[in-house]
């Protein structure tokens, strides 16, 4: 932590309190967890992660990231994927919901996850260990090519967190981010994918609670992670 936070941390703390207080609780949306879709190619797809990768502030899975990426890569693809994903899990939780899914493989994995370890202040270098741990445990155990990491989101903007707040989680949400991505450099089976919106979608891209994306921030997101997964998949056919 920066010095700079110090005298700040009073203020952080009880910030904190009346966010977890006053935040409104989004559910996860209903819809499909499970399935297969489009015509072409097999791709084997996995979706892991916390609750934005659960979907929460979409109405339904489809308008939520899996259902659009799923859509986008349905169009030339046969998908069979499935989403495993639960609000408020950590890089821990992801690692202890991955040991209880069965031994289905896939090609490619997609994760959305940090922003809870984020907000606990977990330490770069253990967020650095348990991803490269859930990379190791969907290579080994599910036959998983490349795990695409999504970016951690860009905390520093979201309207629920108020300033300083805002800027304190923001700025270690940043250092996570940045550990990724080294972490990526060094792996063939690890991609970090930056997790960039257009400033002109503007406040309607997020949903009510101002944390979560609405369904404008999930398209986005699956039309930057979409490529990614084609041009892994194609590198590489799917085993029969």
């Given at each position: 932590m920066s010095l700079r936070w110090v005298p700040l941390l009073p203020i952080l703390a009880a910030q904190g309190l009346l966010v977890r207080a006053r935040a409104l609780r989004l559910p996860e949306p209903p819809g499909e967890r499970v399935g297969v879709e489009g015509d072409g190619?097999?791709?084997?797809?996995?979706v892991l992660g916390d609750s934005a990768a659960a979907g929460v502030g979409a109405p339904h899975q489809r308008f939520a990231l899996a259902g659009q990426l799923v859509a986008d890569l349905a169009r030339d693809h046969r998908v069979h994927w499935r989403l495993h994903a639960r609000t408020g899990h950590t890089t821990a939780d992801a690692l202890a919901a991955l040991a209880a899914i069965d031994g289905e493989s896939y090609d490619v994995a997609v994760t959305s996850i940090g922003v809870n370890d984020a907000t606990r202040r977990l330490a770069p270098?253990?967020?650095?260990?348990?991803?490269?741990?859930?990379?190791?445990?969907?290579?080994?155990?599910?036959?998983v090519r490349k795990l695409i990491a999504s970016g951690l989101p860009p905390m520093h903007r979201f309207p629920a967190l108020p300033q300083p707040l805002r800027a304190f989680i923001g700025e270690h949400a940043r250092r996570l981010d940045e550990a990724l991505a080294?972490?990526?450099?060094?792996?063939?089976?690890?991609?970090?994918?930056?997790?960039?919106?257009?400033?002109?979608?503007g406040p309607a891209a997020m949903a009510e609670d101002g944390f979560h994306p609405g369904p404008p921030a999930y398209r986005a997101w699956a039309q930057q992670l979409a490529p990614r997964v084609r041009a892994i998949h194609l590198a590489g056919p799917a085993t029969a």
């Open positions: 190619l097999p791709l084997r797809l996995l270098a253990e967020f650095t260990l348990r991803m490269a741990r859930l990379a190791d445990t969907l290579r080994a155990r599910h036959g080294t972490l990526a450099a060094r792996r063939d089976d690890l991609q970090h994918v930056p997790l960039q919106f257009d400033p002109d979608l």
